[in-house]
């Protein structure tokens, strides 16, 4: 049914003396109850303030309206990251956010239609509505069928002063149905609640956000995602971190299939193999005498065993990743060989060269499944010395040492730049790009690198505690690392 005609029969309606709810068909409509493009927006925005006046009882219905099942903001990633910078902006003047509404769900919107209808239910007239009839909300645009909220990227919002404590006075309160709540309106407005208005209003749209010309607290993002699409599911959907914990394994599909199909992974197992035994046939022809016995150092996931299986499990899950599962698929699952692996550490060890193996894998509950997992793949006995598991922290610095303060180390193997001596454990992003440009020189030559696009320290690199974040929180944080 066409706006035109939804208007025309809403009006007519109206001057009948009576509230008339156009029904629309389901097919009118592009509902979708898919939540995972949507954060929370505490997380995106830790300095935001929230009072979700629909969760309440103080608001123009006057009860907790349908789909606000928990007192939280949500939005788009997209609007809450730009919201964030809104926030940043003005933190530098003393203020802070305060939201009363975001992401509004649909069933909510239908809520305030059926409320419409009952023109007997005044109790919060004084309040929002003091100046208009109850029977004239649809016609004036207060009551709609749709709202721009169910479409993710729109917020109702004022500021709060850190110096007082107190919102700013905006010479209106948010939800109130009259010209008072015009962005424009000068009226009885001071001054100052025109400034304070207005300061909001620049502050919204030098971060990409449009005003509504009737309420001086809502805007949208310019650019929206959704603009047709109208949400459906309930506020609650965050409740917990399963939901976004399932999003962030759906994320390493495109990874796992490439890893575990792709001739071009292939590929490059086999040129890294190659690489390093061309370095080792070197050194051995090159006839120099070393004072301390040679050997090579690798890591074991995703340098010579494949744990892409163990990773894809997870897939279509909301479990964390944990030691318990891992000991368990370790003891059910025998880890693949990676291409090429077996055949060169088999050259390795017939050119009598030592094999250390320096791993992140939990030393009091993976030392023997590993040992087995490496021989019943077929590569050559592990002696008991020569396998490092992590016993107490995750940097590997330490037991590289003491492996080179023994033996002269011909190559390092691994897929993590934590497989290499060169300190960039804990660093963030830029740091570690700086440190591995120093040894661009040592790439191909003393260290040969997997490729691991699934998972590793560069995950961790991407914000400051990232491994303490909550599901949403590190999901925000891989987008905004995102080169665009």
């Not at 208005?197 to 919204?204: I, Q, V």
């Not at 109208?230 to 394994?249: C, E």
């Not at 020569?386 to 040492?401: E, N, Q, S, V």
Request: with cysteine; glycine share 6%; hydrophobic share 40%.
């Amino acid at each position: 049914m066409k706006k035109k005609m939804l208007k025309a029969l809403m009006i007519g309606a109206l001057l009948a003396g009576s509230i008339f709810t156009p029904t629309v068909d389901a097919a009118d409509r592009n509902l979708s109850d898919d939540s995972s493009d949507f954060v929370l927006l505490a997380d995106v925005v830790p300095d935001i303030i929230q009072e979700i006046r629909y969760y309440s009882t103080y608001n123009f219905v006057g009860d907790r309206v349908d789909g606000y099942t928990q007192p939280v903001a949500l939005m788009t990633k997209e609007a809450a990251i730009a919201l964030k910078a809104v926030s940043d902006d003005v933190m530098q003047y003393g203020y802070r956010l305060k939201v009363y509404d975001a992401y509004r769900p649909q069933k909510a919107v239908d809520n305030f239609v059926r409320w419409a209808e009952d023109i007997g239910d005044t109790r919060m007239k004084d309040y929002f509505y003091p100046l208009e009839d109850k029977t004239v909300l649809f016609d004036k645009g207060y009551i709609a069928l749709y709202s721009g909220h169910s479409r993710g990227s729109t917020v109702d919002l004022t500021l709060f002063d850190m110096r007082t404590g107190k919102e700013v006075d905006m010479g209106g309160t948010f939800d109130y149905f009259g010209l008072k709540s015009h962005p424009d309106y000068v009226g009885d407005l001071t001054q100052q609640q025109i400034d304070n208005r207005n300061f909001l209003r620049d502050a919204m749209i030098r971060h990409g956000f449009k005003p509504l010309e009737e309420e001086w607290w809502h805007f949208t993002l310019r650019d929206e995602p959704y603009p047709d699409t109208y949400f459906t599911f309930d506020s609650n959907v965050f409740a917990d971190a399963r939901h976004m914990t399932r999003q962030l394994h759906e994320q390493n599909v495109q990874a796992l299939l490439w890893m575990e199909n792709a001739a071009e992974y292939r590929e490059l197992c086999y040129q890294a193999y190659n690489i390093a035994l061309e370095r080792i046939d070197a050194v051995l022809k090159s006839k120099k005498k070393f004072k301390k016995p040679l050997a090579i150092v690798l890591d074991i996931d995703e340098t010579v065993l494949s744990s892409a299986a163990w990773n894809a499990s997870y897939v279509g899950t909301d479990r964390k990743k944990n030691t318990d599962d891992e000991v368990a698929w370790a003891k059910s699952t025998k880890a693949e060989p990676m291409p090429g692996a077996v055949e060169f550490l088999k050259a390795v060890d017939k050119r009598g060269v030592e094999i250390f193996y320096v791993t992140n894998r939990n030393a009091s509950r993976l030392a023997e499944l590993t040992k087995e997992d490496l021989e019943e793949a077929g590569f050559p006995t592990v002696k008991p010395d020569h396998l490092f598991l992590k016993a107490d922290g995750g940097d590997k610095f330490a037991r590289l040492d003491r492996i080179a303060d023994k033996y002269e180390v011909i190559v390092y193997m691994g897929d993590n730049a934590g497989d290499f001596p060169m300190g960039t454990f804990g660093r963030l992003t830029a740091e570690r790009n700086e440190i591995v440009d120093r040894h661009q020189k040592d790439f191909g030559v003393k260290y040969i690198v997997f490729p691991n696009p699934l998972y590793g320290s560069w995950r961790y690199a991407l914000a400051n505690g990232y491994g303490d974040m909550t599901p949403q929180q590190q999901d925000v944080a891989r987008r905004q690392a995102l080169r665009k």
